[in-house]
């Protein structure tokens, strides 16, 4: 559904259909022009992820352009503007897969409200993609065919309808989302991806010390640079700080023992770096909207 709000770029909100689930897959590529995302700049109010099996043109996802290349995988936030890029006549070689969906299809218990929705697990990877607008990443050539194969079967579920296809949507989705965190964990070879020798150095040396009582002086001085200069890098290049780096990998780690461990919570902070359990649980409550005790309650059935 398609409006606009002052005058700025055209922004798409969802449609929602009692009963049916609130999740779209589209199927774009050269053969299958019905199905190609719009090329006018736009912006959207639900979650989009998007991911090609050809390369082909570029698209610019808030302030930069990206050449679409096999195996890119994009996980764009609520109010990211996406447009062609200047490339915009190879555009039509790309081939791939696209859903959109609404935060509510995990159900009544999650948050539905605008930005809200960052505090369930699945979506966490939207919110670091929020920080620069939308994050790309890279699936590995042998697990190609089994994302199409993921994309296939969801849009499969959506257009039979099924017997129980409401569950099987919920479980195809799922599953690409589970993809899309296990992905986003490795950020370091993200980067390296991405020719960014400096930020895959600065990122590496955090996840070796995050657990540790680690600065921007310790972080600059391991990569020979100023901290001054270090963070005006890294802030141009991803959005964030260094510090917020840090307490960004710190609390990846503290999500994971919430949900795989029966760690308490204060074990939790001290075993990512936090030695003042109060402080652990206001940064947390901060970062994700909800306690660290909520967010583990969240996360298992």
Do not use: C
């Not at 930020?199 to 002086?217: K, T």
């Amino acid at each position: 559904m398609l409006g606009r709000r002052g005058d700025g770029p055209a922004v798409y909100t969802y449609e929602a259909v009692p009963g049916v689930p609130p999740v779209s897959t589209i199927r774009f590529g050269r053969k299958l022009s019905p199905g190609e995302p719009p090329r006018h700049a736009h912006s959207h109010d639900f979650l989009v992820l998007a991911y090609f099996e050809r390369g082909g043109g570029s698209m610019w996802l808030g302030d930069r352009e990206w050449r679409i290349e096999a195996g890119d995988v994009y996980v764009i936030a609520p109010g990211e503007i996406v447009g062609v890029g200047d490339d915009a006549s190879s555009l039509h070689e790309a081939e791939g897969w696209g859903v959109f969906f609404l935060p509510e299809v995990f159900g009544p218990q999650t948050p539905g409200a605008f930005l809200s929705w960052r505090a369930h697990p699945l979506l966490f990877p939207f919110v670091r993609g929020a920080a620069g607008g939308a994050q790309r990443l890279k699936v590995p050539p042998a697990e190609r065919h089994s994302w199409s194969e993921r994309f296939s079967a969801l849009d499969l579920e959506l257009s039979q309808r099924q017997d129980g296809y409401r569950e099987a949507v919920l479980s195809h989705l799922t599953l690409l989302l589970v993809g899309v965190g296990r992905l986003a964990a490795d950020v370091v070879g993200d980067l390296r991806f991405n020719d960014e020798p400096l930020l895959a150095e600065v990122f590496g040396f955090i996840e070796e010390r995050y657990r540790e009582h680690i600065s921007l002086r310790d972080v600059a001085r391991a990569v020979s640079l100023s901290p001054g200069h270090l963070t005006t890098i890294v802030r141009r290049k991803t959005g964030r700080t260094v510090q917020e780096w840090i307490a960004e990998r710190r609390m990846a780690e503290a999500r994971r023992l919430l949900v795989q461990t029966d760690l308490a919570v204060e074990e939790v902070g001290r075993s990512v770096g936090y030695i003042d359990a109060g402080y652990f649980v206001r940064s947390f409550r901060h970062a994700h909207g909800m306690t660290p005790l909520g967010w583990r309650r969240a996360s298992r059935p």
